[in-house]
């Protein structure tokens, strides 16, 4: 991802794309969010974009290879937090607070600079690999700008993302296309509420998951609203 060195004005903002390889309307989405991961193109944000495989496209002719259910969950929730009537890809879901249509590129520039939220200074220190299990722990800086109840109040979230895929699809909509993704989440768990700085936190890879760059991206999400208050990443190698 690229970041302007030195630039600490820019808030980090965490943009989830929910997709599949089995959705035509999806690849503009994808490649936005993969130039939004490149350029930066937002003034004042800083985005950690996730790109997410839903399930329910598979039964369309293709099997998405990136696809699992927690994703699938994790939309559905989205869809009763924002009253709506169903779940569709491609959809754009900014800080927890916003969604828009994720190829829909005015719409995501304005939602994204929008989430001005007050924000914890979220750090990821002594991650490392042992196996296919990543170690890490939690900081949350001296520089946030909300108080240590916002830490308390939150559920903090870990997720593995592998760093790019692509895939020569052979059936369904988008049969004949080579598709390419940025940050696909591979593994997403839970860590728990409250009591963020310095646990030994885990999180296991799947064994399908890939061999090269994997982003670890920890966010921490109000409880009750479900607004993300702060978020990390860091890319490492195995």
Not at 14 to 33: I, M, N, Q, R, Y
Not at 34 to 53: M, N
Not at 179 to 195: D, E, F, N, S, Y
Request: hydrophobic share 40%; glycine share 8%; charged share 20%.
């Amino acid at each position: 991802m690229a970041v302007p060195v030195g630039d600490e004005s820019r808030r980090p903002v965490l943009v989830e794309l929910f997709t599949s390889e089995g959705c035509s309307s999806c690849p503009p989405a994808d490649e936005l969010l993969a130039r939004l991961d490149t350029e930066q193109f937002v003034p004042g944000a800083r985005a950690i974009v996730l790109s997410e495989h839903v399930t329910y496209w598979n039964h369309e002719g293709w099997q998405d290879p990136f696809s699992f259910e927690a994703i699938t969950d994790r939309q559905q929730e989205y869809e009763r937090h924002f009253g709506l009537d169903s779940s569709f890809t491609p959809q754009a879901v900014i800080d927890g607070a916003a969604q828009v249509v994720g190829s829909d590129s005015a719409g995501l520039s304005r939602a994204i600079a929008q989430a001005a939220a007050p924000s914890l200074d979220l750090a990821i220190e002594e991650a490392e690999w042992s196996g296919a299990t990543m170690h890490f722990k939690v900081r949350v800086g001296s520089g946030s700008s909300v108080g240590s109840s916002a830490a308390h109040n939150a559920t903090l979230t870990a997720v593995l993302a592998e760093d790019s895929a692509q895939t020569a699809v052979k059936r369904g909509e988008n049969a004949g296309r080579t598709l390419r993704h940025v940050a696909v989440v591979r593994a997403i768990q839970q860590m728990g509420k409250g009591a963020l700085e310095g646990r030994d936190l885990t999180l296991k890879v799947p064994d399908a998951g890939a061999s090269g760059p994997l982003r670890l991206v920890v966010f921490a999400a109000d409880w009750r609203s479900g607004r993300v208050c702060g978020v990390a990443e860091r890319t490492l190698t195995r």
